[in-house]
């Protein structure tokens, strides 16, 4: 059975960091991309970012490039997405997702809906 759960999510400051972490089992990092997305109030889902290892690749959405960073620990089967300089709009539930590799996500995080898991979310509030 393929699991995800997220967790790191709370209350930040504007300015603040904080770091998700997507624990994954059931599945081979070797065979899956492992990606982030949001949704914030009133608002659709949107993709985030992405990690695959089979075609090394890594996709972080352009307006979020320099504050996000995702990253994996093969050993610990967990996928970590670095949020710095947080500001209000960063406001979301924060979901984690896993699809087989290559993933079409990884290459359009518009795409998020044809990734194949998805765990619960965890929440990220920036205040101002």
């Known amino acids: 059975e393929v699991q995800l759960q997220a967790s790191g999510g709370g209350l930040v400051q504007a300015g603040g960091s904080l770091r998700l972490s997507c624990e994954v089992s059931?599945?081979?990092?070797?065979?899956?991309?492992i990606g982030w997305f949001r949704q914030a109030p009133g608002k659709g889902r949107e993709g985030v970012a992405c990690?695959?290892?089979?075609?090394?690749?890594?996709n972080v959405h352009e307006t979020l490039e320099g504050r996000f960073t995702i990253s994996s620990d093969n050993a610990k089967n967990t996928v970590y997405l670095q949020m710095n300089s947080l500001k209000p709009e960063d406001t979301a539930v924060y979901y984690c997702?896993?699809?087989?590799?290559?993933?079409?996500?990884?290459?359009?995080?518009?795409?998020?809906?044809?990734?194949?898991?998805w765990g619960k979310g965890t929440q990220v509030t920036v205040s101002s």
């Open positions: 990690i695959s290892r089979m075609d090394d690749k890594i």
């Open positions: 997702a896993a699809d087989r590799a290559p993933s079409l996500t990884c290459y359009g995080l518009e795409y998020y809906s044809s990734m194949a898991y």
């Open positions: 059931g599945i081979s990092f070797d065979d899956y991309s």
